[in-house]
């Protein structure tokens, strides 16, 4: 199997499992919890997404690596790391643009590990990304049910909003 089918078919695994851990798990705890509170405890995984920037590290990939894709991968998942940090912080102190920075976080994320996954299917990655597969096979999926369970909070939710203000 070549390695770009063998990348998807764990990518793929990896997001049916994320997928059970999110709706058996999370989502009925998320339910019983304040929202600020449920959103800073599921938006936890994003701090970890600094792993992006080993893209940049010739111990990680390949040098044959495209490196506008790996720059723009490390940047993004900086850029997201930072964000999501800075929300979580506001959503812990109950303070007033909690929401607003964790809806900024979540779809600068998206967008950005949406745009990272088609970039690198039409950059050929998984040719090149050596040790950093383990990270496209298990947090890339990991991070999109993240994302992705986090926004569903904010959606569900949005009567909460007011409990943030009180």
Do not use: C, E, Y
């Amino acid at each position: 199997m070549d390695s770009t089918r063998l990348l998807a078919l764990q990518s793929f695994a990896s997001l049916i499992a994320w997928t059970l851990v999110a709706s058996l798990v999370v989502a009925p705890w998320a339910r019983d919890r304040p929202v600020h509170r449920a959103l800073a405890i599921v938006m936890l995984p994003l701090a970890f997404r600094h792993l992006g920037m080993t893209m940049l590290s010739g111990q990680v990939v390949r040098p044959t690596l495209d490196a506008d894709f790996a720059r723009h991968v490390a940047i993004g998942d900086g850029v997201t790391v930072a964000l999501s940090v800075i929300a979580i912080a506001l959503l812990a102190g109950r303070r007033r643009f909690a929401l607003g920075a964790a809806w900024l976080a979540n779809v600068v994320g998206l967008a950005d590990l949406l745009f990272n996954v088609a970039n690198g299917a039409r950059v050929g990655a998984a040719d090149h990304v050596g040790a950093q597969w383990f990270v496209l096979a298990f947090g890339v999926p990991g991070m999109a049910v993240v994302h992705g369970t986090a926004l569903w909070i904010l959606i569900d939710r949005r009567a909460d909003a007011g409990k943030l203000r009180a």
